[in-house]
């Protein structure tokens, strides 16, 4: 298995998740090559000392976006069989969409009271 690294040299926008001039092991993740996209785990957040209540909701929030067929693996899977369109996954998705990350900061909230 190769490993790959990269520094991060802007962090604009990602304050919270990334820190300037740190190396980052890059993992390996089918769905985040299709996309082009480089996923930093949550895990290392938290090695770097970002609080719990911070790092958790944002995780449990982002897992929350399936409203495409190519947003988990499950919908890729029900979407090759050619029996729905991606609208059927607007409604579902849209709900879990806007209902997941609010529901996820109130249990964070509840959690670390």
Same mark, same amino acid.
């Given at each position: 298995?190769?490993? *790959? #690294? ?6 604009? =926008?990602?304050?919270?998740? @990334?820190?300037?001039?740190? $190396?980052?092991? $890059?993992?390996?993740?089918?769905? !985040? !090559? ?20 911070? $790092? ?23 979407? !090759?069989? =050619?029996?729905?369109?991606?609208? *059927? #996954?607007?409604? =579902?998705? @849209?709900?879990? =969409? ?6 996820? $900061?109130?249990?964070?909230?509840? @959690? #670390?009271?």
């Amino acid at each position: 298995m190769k490993s *790959d #690294f990269v520094i991060c040299i802007n962090n604009k =926008g990602y304050e919270v998740s @990334l820190e300037r001039w740190k $190396v980052y092991r $890059v993992m390996e993740d089918e769905q !985040a !090559a299709a996309l082009n996209h480089i996923r930093v785990p949550i895990g290392m957040a938290l090695a770097v000392g970002f609080e719990p209540r911070i $790092v958790i909701p944002i995780a449990l929030g982002a897992s929350t976006a399936m409203c495409l067929p190519i947003s988990t693996p499950p919908n890729a899977i029900a979407f !090759a069989g =050619g029996r729905l369109k991606t609208r *059927d #996954f607007i409604k =579902g998705g @849209l709900l879990m =969409g806007l209902l997941g990350p609010a529901i996820a $900061v109130l249990w964070c909230l509840w @959690l #670390f009271r």
